[in-house]
């Protein structure tokens, strides 16, 4: 109730700021704002390219492919070697007063002799944004589609920002994974220096049924814990100097699980800085903090007395528990003609990965692509990231990992594709495969006079 009543709130807000554009005054032009950042839909290199299809054929070896029960010879991990098929469309379209952003790629892949992991994926980014004026714009915002696998698919794809809640990210095991986050936002300029920021998203993640290998009994199947839930959010900022800005942000967030009882709500604020520290550099970092309530399940010792009629020592008591924690985001990028680097750490709350409910999550990386030879394009990925998990006594989650890729281009619309993605990881839930490997080499085919750069 108290989510729907703010979300209300910024609409009519909105609302107001549209009925207040009248003139044709600039909008903001400063430095990124971390609150407003979206994804790099469609980008390759630090640059828009323009409407691309293609299609590809690879092989695949996975060496630590991760059902939900122990395979034939007690492990966890199995290595599998597949055929994958993939297609997709990237790029970005603008217009008078709109523009589209779109990456699209839809796979499947066939693994022998560990049938029970076949299957589809699709992933669709998509980002729209329509100018009312100069004053006023409008941003909507779609991640959505399906992951059969816990590493090595969405990991090299733009989705290194930390409000993409719903989005998969620090998956335990290779099960079917059905995600979505929906975003709209508002943004109206005051004056050129003065801007407000108010919008929300909607998300949910839920998991299928899987079988390990050609086992097909019931007692294969997982029904991970999903989630859904809301956010809204304002924004103010201010530009300082043509190269500063400062802002201020509040937050409501509401996360319900799907299997399992209990759900989170929160309230953030923050304080952000951003500066362009040349044409090529810039640093943006927000400083803030939670007010975390769970509703959740708790175990406590009953009276001996009471446990002797009884016979139990303890009770399951509902509880509303309130913490407080803190939050930092900070990203430094440099975008140069044809390449782009980005560092990238956070401290925020995430809703989980099945097992884990929301967890308090740190994160850090650098991301790099180059798309600037007639013939080559490359990316580099490397980061670290850990959860514990604010209502359930289990032990943290943490993983290190790095991966790399390249397309060449071999003869007009045929190129060349090689990848390769590890993670080593560790979990307090149970003792298996740590260590993740997975290279793909195959063909690509798709017009256009520059390199494909799926990733």
């Known amino acids: 109730m108290r989510l729907r009543t703010i979300l209300l709130g910024l609409l009519m807000l909105a609302t107001v700021s549209l009925a207040l554009a009248q003139d044709d005054q600039g909008e903001y032009q400063g430095p990124t704002i971390l609150d407003r950042a979206g994804p790099s839909v469609g980008q390759r290199g630090g640059q828009a390219v323009d409407f691309r299809p293609y299609g590809d054929v690879e092989g695949v ?59 589809f994926s699709q992933y669709l980014g998509l980002n729209y944004t329509h100018h009312f004026s100069r004053r006023l714009k ?39 994974t059905y995600f979505s986050q929906t975003g709209v936002d508002l943004t109206y300029n005051f004056t050129p220096r003065l801007s407000l920021d108010v919008g929300g998203d909607g998300f949910l993640i839920s998991y299928g049924n899987t079988s390990y290998g050609n086992q097909g009994n019931a007692a294969n199947q997982l029904a991970l814990i999903g989630v859904d839930g809301g956010t809204g959010r304002a924004n103010l900022a201010y530009r300082v100097t043509k190269r500063q800005t400062v802002s201020v942000g509040y937050g409501f967030s509401h996360y319900s699980y799907t299997n399992a009882f ?32 769970s509703l959740t399940l708790t175990q406590v010792p009953v009276d001996p007395a009471i446990a002797a009629i009884v ?77 514990s998990a604010i209502g359930q006594q289990i032990g943290a989650f943490r993983m290190e990992y790095a991966g790399c890729g390249l397309t060449y281009k071999l003869y007009d619309a045929v190129h060349l594709e090689l990848r390769y993605d590890y993670r080593h990881f560790n979990t307090g839930l149970v003792n298996y495969l740590t260590n993740e490997s997975r290279v793909s080499l195959g063909l690509a085919f798709s017009p256009g006079p520059t390199p494909l750069a799926v990733w």
Do not use: C
Not at 271 to 290: C, D, F, H, N, R
Not at 356 to 385: E, H, K, M
């Open 61 to 119: 070896y996975d060496s630590g492919l991760i059902g939900v029960i122990p395979a034939a010879n007690g492990q966890y991990g199995v290595g599998g070697e597949g055929i994958l098929v993939g297609f997709g469309l990237m790029g970005n379209r603008n217009w008078q007063h709109d523009s589209l952003s779109v990456d699209y790629r839809g796979t499947y892949t066939y693994y022998q002799p560990n049938e029970g992991f076949n299957g």
């Open 138 to 176: 409008l941003n909507f915002r779609e991640n959505g589609g399906i992951t059969r696998y816990a590493f090595g698919e969405l990991t090299y794809l733009p989705l290194q920002n930390s409000d993409l809640v719903g989005v998969p990210a620090n998956q335990l095991f290779d099960v079917p």
């Open 262 to 293: 209990g759900n989170v709500q929160f309230q953030s604020v923050d304080l952000g800085y951003a500066v362009a520290i040349s044409k090529t550099w810039q640093l943006a970092a927000e400083i803030g903090g939670y007010r975390v309530q």
């Open 311 to 387: 016979g139990s020592a303890y009770a399951t008591v509902v509880t509303r528990p309130v913490q407080f924690m803190p939050m930092y985001v900070a990203t430094l990028t440099h975008k140069y003609a044809h390449s782009s680097l980005a560092f990238n750490y956070s401290k925020t709350i995430m809703p989980g990965n099945g097992a884990y409910l929301t967890s308090n999550t740190q994160n850090a990386g650098v991301n790099f692509s180059y798309l600037g030879s007639r013939r080559l394009a490359t990316s580099l990925i490397a980061g670290y990231s850990d959860m």
